[in-house]
Structure formats: C-alpha cells, structure tokens
T-cell receptor, first 118, second 114 residues
C-alpha cells in the first residue's frame, strides 16, 4: 500500500536556525516520484521539488536541500538559516508510475507546520 | 501564463443546496484531479479524469460528482452538500503518461457547509 508519513505535526524554530522536515514513504512500485510542496498562510500550494526513484542524488537550491535515501524510504527536507517567510505548512507527496496510477495521483503526507519566529 | 483556475475561491453554503466548483486549465493537459485537504489528513484525491469523457473515483468520492465534457474544464459538483464536506479543495492538472511530470494546482476553494 502507498503511504507517506510526516511524523512532525508542528515545528517551531527561531530565525537563522536550521530545520529538517522528515518524510517517510511506502510503495511497492520500483518507479515512483517524490515531491515537496509549501503551503503558505495564503493557502496555495507551491511546488518545491520532485525526484524520481532512480535519482538518489541530494539536491540543494539556495537555503533548501533534500536528502533522498531509498534504503530508509525517506526524503527529508532541510532549510538552512530559516527565515520568517519560511513559515508555512510543508507537504511531502508520492506518485507511482504504474499503469493504473489514477491520473498521476499524488499521495500526500499529513503535513508539517513550520513556524519560524523572529 | 500556464495556470489552473478555480471558482469560487471561497464559498459558504447550507446543507443540501447543490453547488459546483469550476476548474479550468490552459495547458492542454489530459489528466485532471480534484483533491480535498483536511487537517491532519493532508490532501486526498476525490476524482480524476484521464481525458475528455473519462473520469473515475479517487480515494474519497462519496458525495461528489464530476464531468469532463471539454479538455480544459473539470467541474466538481456537490449535489447535496453536508457539513463533513467543509474543506479546502484543489484542482490539479498534468500531462498524461507515467513519467516524472509536475502537477499544477489551482489556488484552492475554501468551502464551508453549515
């Protein structure tokens, strides 16, 4: 069965701290895709990154970095030197590549609410 | 500009009063989906469509209907809304296929059923 777990419901940090958001997934497919989305207080979903299951290279984009480890089925997200504007709900999601993938359905985790205080 | 639009953005209604949330995309995408977002549950797929006149149930379809008469539009219909359908709704679209494709989301529709 497919599942995404974000065990951290809420995280609160002080500005300039580093913070890691955890994501653990379950799938039986060998080909799958992993995503992170940001949902600021305004409510829209902002796409951050997608990775496929064959690419385990870590990725860095400015203050954001992602650590993909197939051995532990994890796709963690780190924000370095957090800022108040990083305050949002962050979702990790999984999409399977199987033929019956329900129109590219995304399976979302529960979300982690990050609060960055000045 | 490539986008998915939804209307209305906010809606307060009463139990049993039929409503439609519209969704339109301008990217000629084959795949479209509706999701609902609830606290502690993340987003869950309600219905999806893989092309015109091809729709199917997602994970939480009860109480909803959809149609896909044109490629760009994918309305979500609540024939008899109930308070448990109070939620934040997102429409999404992407190109067809099994590859690593980005899913484009609309801005969301916040629905309250009293």
């Amino acid at each position: 069965a497919q599942k995404v777990t974000q065990a951290q419901t809420e995280i609160s940090v002080v500005e300039k701290e580093d913070v890691t958001l955890d994501c653990v997934y379950e799938t039986r497919d060998t080909t799958y895709y992993l995503f992170w989305y940001k949902q600021p207080p305004s409510g829209e979903l902002v796409f951050l990154i997608r990775r496929n299951s064959f690419d385990e290279q870590n990725e860095i984009s400015g203050r954001y970095s992602w650590n993909f480890q197939k051995s532990t089925s994890s796709f963690n997200f780190t924000i370095t030197a957090s800022q108040v504007v990083d305050s949002a709900v962050y979702f990790c999601a999984l999409s399977e590549a199987g033929l019956y993938n329900q129109g590219g359905k995304l399976i979302f985790g529960q979300g982690t609410e990050l609060s960055v205080k000045p | 500009e490539a986008q998915v639009t939804q209307n209305p953005r906010y809606l307060i209604t009463v139990t049993g009063k039929k409503l439609t949330v519209t969704c339109s995309q301008n990217m000629n995408h084959e795949y479209m989906s509706w999701y609902r977002q609830d606290p502690g549950l993340g987003l869950r797929q309600i219905y999806y469509s893989m092309n015109v006149e091809v729709t199917d149930k997602g994970d939480v379809p009860e109480g909803y209907k959809v149609s896909r008469k044109e490629k760009r539009n994918f309305p979500l219909i609540l024939e008899s809304p109930s308070p448990n359908q109070t939620s934040l709704y997102f429409c999404a679209s992407r190109v067809r296929g099994q590859g690593n494709y980005e899913q484009y989301f609309g801005p969301g529709t916040r629905l309250t059923v009293t």
